[in-house]
């Protein structure tokens, strides 16, 4: 079964009972969430009653709740220890937010692996080998780093850096991979041939790594390092590419996520998108259906 999704909200009050229940509004079978504002540091409790609630209706559906991915916040960045505080402070809230995923029985968190400011590329690398080696002490949570585009100082943009990273981790059972399509094109990567990518990730790392992949069109050309999200089917990557990426066998049992924008900044495309992902069918009035509401 396609595992399709897509990014939904937490709210304190309905917390992820409301996320599940947007996410099936789109007719989606699994989702992916912020347990908080990603700007912010302000948490607020977990209602376990909610947590119970929600996998008895996911179960009573027939979907599979392992499936559900955290995204961790923007705000921490463990690539930098330029300040020690605000470095040892990236490394508490993970810790923070890894108890909270424990609570809400969702064992799958996307990191981004982080800048590293002018430090270099190797200084960065040993920065998030350290975080992570005390991050995952003792974690039934397993962090995905997600494959970046190379904007600014970012770390992670190659394959390469990741294997460096996963290299040097003394407990490898819970660290993985999330593959965002936008990403590796804006890095480089010819996602048009997307098998290539996923032989250089088994060879160097191994495809069992990978555990969740962000299905985003890319507004930039190949290797332009811009980081700027697209509809699916009206970028640069284009409907077929993208579709051949999602019915890959060799990710059928992971989780696809949609992180595409709101149509002008309003109206959600999820449900959409994911009609035509299913119908393998491009829809050029896309754009118009989403906002008419047809």
Known sequence: MLILGSHVKFQRNSQIMG?????????ANTFMFYTGAPQNTYRGHIDLEKVKEAKRKMEDLGLDYSKVVVHAP????????????????????????IKRCEELEVYNMVLHPGSHVGLGVERGIQNIKKALNEILKDSKVTILLETMAGKGTEVGSRIDEMKSIIDGLEDKSHIGLCLDTCHLNDAGYDVLNFDKILDEIDEKIGLDYVGCVHINDSKNIRESHKDRHENFGFGSIGFDSLLKIVYNKRLESIPKILETPYVDREYPPYKYEIEMIHNKKFNENLMENIKNGK
């Open 19 to 27: 996320s599940l229940e947007e996410a099936l509004s789109y007719n």
């Open 74 to 97: 923007y705000i921490v960045n463990i690539a930098n220890d330029k300040d020690p505080d605000k470095y040892e402070f990236s490394i508490s809230f993970l810790k923070q937010e």
